[in-house]
């Protein structure tokens, strides 16, 4: 069966650097795959989509990639700060289904 | 802004009561989803309708069904709540291209006593 996976530990970082999240998948090779934010006791909201065909794509600060052969994105926040601090999420749709990991907790410290 | 209202934020209710929780979106989406999300296990979805009346199943939809009986609002309903049914309940809408992204709610935190 797909799945996909991110790192269940937080991640915590400094005021200023880069975070980079990660988004596994195996099985089924996503044609496009999509990044949320979700805050404490808020719904996910939608931040960007790539397409397998796209190896980057970039929104100010934000950052993603993907990497068909390591069946990867990474998702890049630079200059990050404590107002990044949140869950992000991945998600990818096959078979009229959208699959979400279960998120990587991200703590920017000032 | 696409806005998605969940009837309740928090609910509490007893088991085998029928629970029914209610979703309604403002953008005139065919997609609508139901999810339950649980900490470390992530999102799940239960069910999606893609039209009126259309419904199709998630990859957990016992102990559930819905309804969708006009465009904007697509209801879960629990038809005898059990305690492991207590979880976050989140509704979504998108428009019908598969590539889409998804237009959530804030959520309803069901308890189940």
């Known amino acids: 069966s797909q799945k996909i996976e991110q790192n269940s530990e937080a991640l915590n970082i400094q005021e200023g650097k880069t975070a980079t999240l990660t988004c596994n998948y195996t099985?089924?090779?996503?044609?496009?795959l999509q990044w949320y934010r979700q805050d404490p006791g808020r719904g996910p909201v939608f931040l960007l989509l790539?397409?397998?065909?796209?190896k980057e794509k970039r929104k100010e600060r934000l950052k993603v990639t993907f990497d068909t052969t390591l069946k990867q994105s990474l998702f890049h926040i630079t200059a990050s700060q404590p107002a990044d601090s949140a869950t992000y999420l991945c998600?990818?749709?096959?078979?009229?289904?959208?699959?979400f990991g279960s998120g990587t907790k991200l703590n920017v410290k000032p | 802004d696409v806005k998605v209202t969940q009837s309740s934020r928090y609910l509490v209710k007893r088991t085998g009561e029928k629970v029914f929780l209610e979703c309604v979106q403002d953008?005139?989406?065919?997609?609508m989803f139901w999810y339950r999300q649980d900490p470390g296990l992530g999102l799940r979805l239960i069910y999606f309708?893609?039209?009126?009346?259309?419904?199709e199943k998630g990859d957990i939809p016992e102990g559930y069904s819905v309804s969708r009986e006009k465009k904007e609002r697509f209801s879960l309903i629990l038809e005898s709540a059990s305690t492991n049914q207590t979880s976050m309940y989140l509704c979504?809408?998108?428009?019908?291209?598969?590539?889409?992204?998804?237009?959530f709610g804030d959520g309803t935190r069901l308890s189940i006593l």
């Open positions: 998600a990818w749709y096959n078979f009229n289904k959208f699959y």
């Open positions: 099985n089924y090779s996503p044609a496009y």
């Open positions: 790539i397409r397998e065909n796209e």
């Open positions: 953008m005139d989406h065919e997609n």
């Open positions: 309708s893609y039209d009126v009346k259309m419904k």
């Open positions: 979504a809408s998108s428009w019908e291209d598969s590539n889409q992204p998804q237009h």
